[in-house]
C-alpha cells in the first residue's frame, strides 16, 4: 500500500484550500504552493480525468492533453477501481453549476 495522506500536514493544507474564496485566490495560492510544473501535471490530470468521464478515447486524450498513455491509464484506474469519488464529487458539482442549479 502507498503512504498514507490522512497526515496532520495534509489536513491543515486542505483546511487553508477550503478558506480561498475565488478563482484569484487560487492562483495566488497555489502559485505559492506548487511549483509550476506541479501545477500544471495536476490539471492535465484532471482533463483526462474530466475526457474520460466524458466517453472520449485514450488516443483522443492524448492527443488533446499531451498526457502519456500512462497517465491516461493511472487516471482511469482511479476512475473505475479505486477511488474516484472525488473526481464524481467535483464533476458533479461543476455540472450543476453549469446548469444553474444549487
Known sequence: MGKEIRTKAVKEMFEAVLTLENEEEC???FEDVCTVNE??????????AKMLTEGHTYLEVADETGASTATIS????SLNYGGGEGYDIVFDRMKKKDQGSF
Open 27 to 29: 492562483f495566488a495560492f
Open 39 to 48: 501545477l500544471l501535471t495536476l490539471a492535465q490530470r484532471f482533463e483526462v
Open 74 to 77: 493511472r487516471v482511469n484506474r
